[in-house]
């Protein structure tokens, strides 16, 4: 599958899965599910295309950066859930272990380390970590993207360590028509799932003169 593609169907699962009921876990659970959507992918610089590694990389950064920006200009109440639940010796560490173990599964060969098992158990670990409420999104954008791999020709480790025991249906190609009908099909989902939460949310919330993003 194509990175865009990841990206559409992890938001779809995640957002029809699990339908966060305020903002600030809305714009969050958008964030956590758009970098475990594309996380898995930072191994193809192994492959040879560095500079696909380095987009997905760049892109999950934005995705972190855009939440961060969403918050402040429009006090969505990010920040606010994020002490409540969390705290600085928490996120400090929880964030340098989340990129060193990136940075391992950075270098090592497609479909391996990055897109196994122990890979989805220890980074939502630390994602839980850092702030608890990101981690079932995460999680659950991180395994559709397994779920996904799982149909292309290529075999993924989902057992890693272990040498053998690569997976595959072999039923389309990551560049096919498969992989086109599944991004416009999970690209319509997340809008009209997304619309549909943000209209539930923005009805629900209200204070005197206007309406209330953070409910806590």
Request: hydrophobic share 55%; glycine share 8%; with cysteine.
């Amino acid at each position: 599958m194509l990175g865009k593609t990841h990206l559409a169907v992890g938001i779809a699962v995640s957002m029809t899965v699990l339908r966060p009921d305020t903002l600030p876990e809305l714009v969050t659970g958008l964030g956590a599910a758009s970098v475990g959507a594309l996380i898995s992918d930072i191994d193809i610089g192994a492959a040879g295309a560095h500079r696909d590694a380095d987009i997905i990389t760049a892109m999950s950064v934005f995705a972190v950066a855009l939440v961060v920006i969403l918050d402040q200009v429009f006090h969505v109440g990010i920040w606010q859930m994020l002490m409540q639940k969390s705290s600085f010796a928490r996120i400090i560490p929880g964030a340098l272990a989340f990129i060193g173990i990136c940075a391992f599964g950075k270098e090592q060969p497609h479909r391996s380390f990055m897109h196994s098992f122990l890979a989805l158990f220890l980074l939502s670990a630390l994602v839980n970590v850092i702030f608890p409420t990101a981690m079932p999104y995460f999680a659950l954008a991180f395994l559709s993207h397994l779920a996904a791999d799982l149909f292309n020709y290529k075999r993924v480790r989902l057992l890693y360590p272990m040498k053998k025991g690569g997976f595959c249906l072999k039923l389309f190609r990551a560049k096919g028509f498969a992989n086109r009908v599944l991004f416009l099909t999970s690209s319509t989902v997340s809008l009209v799932v997304v619309a549909v939460l943000l209209v539930r949310i923005l009805a629900a919330t209200s204070l005197p003169g206007g309406m209330t993003f953070f409910r806590g």
